[in-house]
T-cell receptor, first 115, second 110 residues
């Protein structure tokens, strides 16, 4: 299957700081990338959909000014959590969809802890 | 009614057992039906998917979709301890969005 990487895998930050998470498709060009959040013992919740060169589409209830998404190229999308607070602590996972099929391939996830 | 319902388990079986994992859904527009496996603290891994109704087999895994009853199944034959994980069903409609079930936690005991 296709490979998607995320960096960093784990980050701890102080309340009020911003954190950037990178998502890369390593061996294919992703037409669309997705960002999810997963709280402990819960399923994945879609936060936003991003297409290269256009603004991200956010799901209802997700603050676009707090979770900034930049899809700079067909292989890179970034999620910036601005002014992070302890309630933003979660597991953030990206996925990428390759052209020609419905499959979404997921990255390994980033565990964010806000102190 | 939630779009996708999945029994969270946990489900515990002995090694070699046949495992049946199921989901129901409410949205008739779903066309693709994905199954993902997620190990603890890792991203989901795509196991297989089916398009519309029917069966699909891949090694020890068989996926079934019955669109008339809106019922999705994943069967695992000859289960192994390495199959211990959380299994997520995720239907997809025309919007590209996946709608995840809560996941079923499976433990295969040696």
């Amino acid at each position: 299957g296709a490979v998607v990487s995320q960096h960093p895998s784990r980050v701890i930050c102080k309340s009020g700081t911003s954190v950037k998470i990178e998502c890369r498709s390593l061996d294919f060009q992703a037409t669309t990338m997705f960002w999810y959040r997963q709280f402990p013992k819960q399923s994945l919740m879609l936060m936003a959909t991003s297409n290269e060169g256009s603004k991200a589409t956010y799901e209802q209830g997700v603050e676009k000014d707090k979770f900034l998404i930049n899809h700079a190229s067909l292989t890179l999308s970034t999620l910036t959590v601005t002014s992070a607070h302890p309630e933003d602590s979660s597991f953030y996972i990206c996925s990428a969809r390759a052209p020609g099929g419905p499959e979404q391939f997921f990255g390994p996830g980033t565990r964010l802890t806000v102190l | 009614q939630k779009e996708v319902e999945q029994d969270p388990g946990p489900l515990s079986v002995p090694e070699g057992a046949i495992v049946s994992l199921n989901c129901t859904y409410s949205n008739s527009a779903f066309q693709y039906f994905m199954w993902y496996r997620q190990y603890s603290r890792k991203g989901p891994e795509l196991l297989m998917y089916t398009y519309s109704s029917g069966n699909k087999e891949d090694g020890r895994f068989t996926a079934q979709v019955d669109k008339s009853s809106k019922y999705i199944s994943l069967f695992i034959r000859d289960s192994q301890p390495s199959d211990s994980a959380t299994y997520l069903c995720a239907p997809q409609g025309g919007s590209e969005k996946l709608v995840f079930g809560k996941g079923t936690k499976l433990t295969v005991n040696p």
